[in-house]
């Protein structure tokens, strides 16, 4: 019973919402291979605001399968996936986060396999470091990107905030 409880826990997962407040947005798509009959599959490109830190945002590249399987949302995505993210105005933090809190998470395939953007603070440094991968249950991916974001005086400000005042273990 726990095991036929733990599955259907695991297929909810799978589908339910980004777990950021909006939909990244498309910032543009080029095509990759071309199809005859079928669409093409691509690159796109995407940028979001990250939920949690007013004055970050970043985007991120991810190819997408085109033929009838990518058309109709079955085909798995593969896992090479470019991160960047930067500052973009005085970053103030909305709440405390964990180390590793997610900032962003999608599907990848139609079962399982998730893309999830991932937020930390290297407090020695006072930089945000913010790393893509994706996951299944049983078996991850190696392939990843980081990037990270010193947190800087912007404008006239002068104070500039700690990140290690904001993060909970």
Not at 16 to 36: C, H, M, N, Q, R
Request: proline share 6%; glycine share 6%; aromatic share 10%.
């Amino acid at each position: 019973m726990r095991v036929l409880v733990a599955a259907i826990l695991a297929v909810f997962a799978t589908f339910a919402p980004a777990l950021a407040a909006e939909e990244p947005d498309v910032i543009f798509k080029k095509s990759t291979v071309f199809k005859l009959l079928s669409p093409n599959d691509k690159l796109v490109t995407y940028g979001l605001d990250d939920p949690a830190v007013e004055g970050v945002a970043c985007h991120f590249t991810a190819p997408e399968k085109g033929g009838w399987k990518g058309w109709l949302g079955v085909a798995e995505q593969v896992s090479d996936i470019s991160l960047a993210c930067r500052q973009t105005g005085p970053i103030k933090f909305k709440a405390k986060f964990e180390q590793g809190e997610d900032v962003f998470r999608t599907r990848r395939s139609l079962f399982f396999k998730r893309m999830q953007i991932v937020r930390g603070c290297d407090t020695k440094r006072n930089v945000l470091v913010y790393m893509v991968y994706s996951d299944r249950p049983i078996q991850g991916s190696p392939k990843n990107s980081t990037s990270s974001v010193p947190i800087m005086p912007w404008g006239a400000e002068a104070s500039v905030a700690k990140c290690a005042d904001w993060v909970t273990n």
